[in-house]
């Protein structure tokens, strides 16, 4: 499933409203400053226009004549011609004949066909223009501006606008794509809080709490986390109760089975020993067997309950070695006579040398590849069992003489309730508890076939460096 960004989401419907914004207001303004700018330009062509009238009505009857050299007849358009405008001064001849008497220097000739008094547009030298007519007494004056260079202004002054524009929203997504990120800064730090949890922290969260938009989430977080430990417990307390519960008849019941044994052993001692004492005799110690073997998975199965409820603890230094080697006393004192020895090489560990997890819990561990061992286990050569320190992690292996696994079987045989062999005793359980045990200390257990033949169950640990270097 694809994911989707909340911080691009946010980033694109906010900057989708700024642009429809500002869009909106760079319109209008737009709009409104082009009127405006075209309005500008048209009253300057009515105000060149009048000027002209004005200085030709001055011209025609001066109220002091000026002398003849006082105003050059060659420049009197000089000022019009300055400011880009275009202009024509004619004398009227009839109803459509005019004479042009001066105009602009670049000015066309607009004299014909004679423009209509007022605005209008012509088309001079292959050029649109503007045109404003007027005719005072005997005079016609035109003025003009180029089309193209209305537009080149009206291109300019839309440059003008759209740069800032642009830099404005450029910087106003930078600003949001800041402001975004520092303001999902406290969900960044939920989701750290909650990466970083352990998984059996029954305590409430805390990141989160004192922002308002997740503080609701937080707390149905917290619910939820209650609820789920809850059920958890719940769980795990039915089944360490059933446990307890059924350890009691099951001791019941085997200690009568030993008492028939021995009743019927003293019973075949002092009369002739029969076929139904021997079928007697089988049967009791086929019930025997059956309920051993449900008394080692009950046990298992309360092994498995403490460790999956998260039991704490530190083995360090001398203690590992200890545990070790009560492992190894345990193995072999519940041994029957013929049982294969145990070759064990356990240096000295170094006092920092500490691993995530209590003694009891590492004794039983090996215990159960111990036992594992001791099953599979052919042939009179000893089992070997090694402990090593390298490259900051501990190793235990264990080595057998057996038949070995295919590494398919390898797979399975960490699986709760297989087994290689149902012909042989056991509960399934044993190598599985000791996966979950390496677990809960961030370690593994490995199974493979030794080249020379056997089973190599090897667990490592990671050694906690604050115990180190404490």
Not at 210 to 226: F, G, K, S, Y
């Amino acid at each position: 499933m694809k994911q989707k960004s909340l911080r691009l989401r946010l980033l694109l419907l906010l900057s989708a409203g700024a642009c429809l914004l500002w869009g909106s207001a760079a319109a209008w303004m737009f709009t409104s400053l082009r009127h405006e700018l075209l309005l500008m330009l048209d009253n300057r062509l009515i105000a060149s226009t009048q000027m002209v009238a004005g200085i030709a009505s001055q011209l025609a009857h001066p109220a002091h004549p000026p002398a003849p050299a006082a105003v050059p007849a060659p420049n009197w358009l000089s000022v019009i011609a300055r400011d880009g405008v275009a202009c024509e001064v004619s004398l009227v001849r009839g109803e459509i004949e005019l004479q042009p008497l001066a105009r602009t220097a670049g000015s066309p000739d607009f004299s014909s066909p004679p423009a209509e008094l007022g605005f209008g547009h012509a088309i001079k030298g292959g050029k649109p223009w503007r045109t404003y007519v007027l005719q005072s007494g005997g005079l016609r004056i035109t003025t003009a501006d180029r089309l193209d260079v209305r537009e080149h202004l009206v291109r300019s002054m839309a440059f003008a606008l759209l740069l800032p524009f642009v830099l404005m929203l450029l910087g106003s997504l930078a600003l949001t794509w800041w402001s975004l990120n520092l303001g999902l800064r406290p969900l960044q730090r939920l989701r750290q809080a909650l990466a970083q949890r352990p998984p059996r922290d029954p305590s409430p969260i805390v990141a989160g709490q004192d922002i308002q938009e997740l503080a609701p989430l937080v707390h149905t977080l917290n619910d939820l986390l209650a609820r789920m430990n809850a059920a958890i417990e719940h769980e795990r307390r039915w089944s360490a109760d059933a446990a307890h519960e059924l350890r009691t008849p099951l001791a019941a019941i085997k200690t009568h089975v030993q008492v028939a044994q021995l009743q019927l052993g003293q019973l075949g001692s002092s009369t002739a020993s029969g076929a139904p004492h021997n079928d007697a005799r089988h049967s009791l110690e086929a019930a025997h067997q059956g309920i051993d073997q449900l008394h080692t998975t009950l046990e298992q199965l309360l092994l498995l309950a403490r460790v999956e409820s998260g039991s704490t603890g530190r083995c360090q230094g001398a203690a590992i070695t200890q545990a070790l080697q009560q492992a190894i006393a345990q193995v072999q004192h519940a041994a029957s006579p013929g049982t294969p020895a145990i070759h064990a090489e356990l240096p000295a560990l170094a006092p920092g040398t500490c691993l995530a997890l209590p003694p009891e819990l590492l004794t039983c561990a090996v215990r159960n590849l111990l036992d594992n061992a001791m099953q599979h286990h052919q042939g009179s050569q000893p089992i070997a069992l090694r402990l090593q320190v390298q490259a900051n992690a501990l190793h235990i292996s264990v080595h057998d003489q057996g038949p070995g696994l295919t590494p398919e079987q390898c797979t399975q045989a960490l699986q709760r309730f297989w087994r290689h062999d149902h012909s042989r005793p056991g509960s399934g359980l044993g190598l599985p508890v000791v996966q979950r045990i390496a677990h809960s200390a961030g370690g593994q257990l490995q199974l493979s076939s030794a080249p020379e033949g056997g089973l190599v169950a090897q667990l490592h640990f990671p050694i906690k460096k604050e115990a180190a270097s404490a």
